[in-house]
């Protein structure tokens, strides 16, 4: 199942191009609520979760398109996971093995590395996740391949090195392209690269890297 989670940070809606369907799992953490509402999906989420500190729209009497009243989970302010994270596993533990999660990025930057983190994490428990804002869509691999369409909504593509060395790096369908190199987390080099087909292939022989596509905005 595939589950979409509307979390905090700064969004850019008219850019963002993931929506969900029916038969998805559509949950907002705290101000994710808000971020729903921008992005006209409200109306799809069925569960509400978090301490409720930051989310500005009501909620209480809700009821979705399905005709559903929303479900809310309200946790204390005191506690070891972000509201994101408790979405997070609150969809696993509703049979999600796919997850959007759109915000996350932009606005407190520790809320921001502790999003982007939440995507190795998935890697490694055998679930697709991605993050995006609409001024960036980000993934993270790792001894693998991935293959990246073109999309109207970014212009660059980034390989970032999530561990101390990367190896066996290749980028192909790009202006700079790479063929086996290797990448280290201390000095990140392949950044602001660009399509030049309709896809790229990243390949990486040993070790994880974010992948980020990402656009100006003026």
């Known amino acids: 199942m595939k589950a979409f ?3 905090g940070g700064e969004i850019f809606p008219e850019y963002i191009t993931e929506h969900p369907k029916d038969s998805d799992l559509c949950i907002a953490a705290d101000s994710g609520w808000d971020n729903a509402e921008k992005t006209g999906d409200r109306n799809r989420v069925s569960l509400l979760v978090g301490d409720m ?3 500005r729209s009501e909620y209480r009497e809700f009821v979705n398109g399905s005709g559903k009243h929303l479900e809310i989970i309200k946790v204390p302010s005191e506690k070891n996971l972000t509201d ?3 979405a997070v596993e609150t969809a696993i533990e509703r ?15 520790d809320h921001t590395m502790s999003n982007i983190s939440i995507l190795e994490d998935m890697f490694f428990r055998h679930i697709h996740a991605t993050l995006v804002n609409g001024q960036s869509r980000v993934r993270y691999i790792r001894s693998t391949s991935h293959l990246v369409g073109r999309s109207v909504s970014y212009r660059y593509l980034s390989v970032i090195a999530a561990d101390e060395c990367v190896k066996g790096v290749s980028i192909e369908g ?3 392209p790479l063929k086996n190199h290797k990448l280290e987390r201390r000095l990140q080099f392949a950044v ?3 399509l ?8 990486v022989k040993k070790g994880g890297v974010y992948i980020i ?3 100006d905005l003026l």
Do not use: F, H, M, P
Request: aromatic letters at 4%; glycine letters at 14%; proline letters at 0%.
């Open 84 to 86: 994101t994270q408790i």
């Open 53 to 55: 500190d930051s989310v």
């Open 95 to 109: 049979g999600a093995d796919e997850i959007v999660i759109i915000g996350g990025i932009g606005g407190r930057l």
């Open 213 to 215: 596509e990402s656009r």
């Open 5 to 7: 989670i509307y979390t």
């Open 174 to 176: 790009c202006k700079y």
């Open 192 to 194: 602001s690269n660009e």
């Open 196 to 203: 030049v087909g309709n896809c790229a292939l990243i390949s």
